[in-house]
């Protein structure tokens, strides 16, 4: 139903910075939370960022003073701006939406995933 595409992703030297870019294929007004996850090779995928509709934002700790996320409703985006750039952020970077639909009998959630894009940050 929605489409996710990342885009920004590159080969940077340490200190370096990216902005990582997410169009949605339509208004990420319906989506009630976009995030960025990154996952490197044989580990699982881990929360980097998040901002709900209402504009609210979470960090994870590695993330924090160095990355900043926003979101363009105009243009159906979100960006996550990365500085300060460290080896360990080398990973694939994805982007994520989580939808809840409220009925007047139940409740409904979805998950929806770009692609990725890759970050590889060199020492």
């Known amino acids: 139903q929605v489409q996710l595409v990342e885009s920004g992703g590159g080969l940077v030297q340490a200190g370096g910075s990216l902005r990582l870019s997410c169009v949605a294929s339509?208004?990420?007004?319906?989506?009630?939370?976009m995030g960025w996850y990154r996952q490197a090779p044989g580990k699982q995928r881990e929360s980097v960022a998040g901002i709900t509709s209402g504009g609210r934002t979470n960090y994870a700790d590695s993330a924090k003073g160095r990355f900043t996320i926003s979101r363009d409703n105009a243009k159906n985006t979100v960006y996550l701006q990365m500085n300060s750039l460290k080896p360990e952020d080398t990973a694939v970077y994805y982007c994520n939406g989580h939808r809840v639909v409220y009925t007047p009998d139940d409740k409904y959630e979805y998950d929806y995933w770009g692609q990725g894009t890759q970050v590889t940050v060199s020492s």
């Open positions: 339509r208004s990420i007004v319906n989506i009630n939370s």
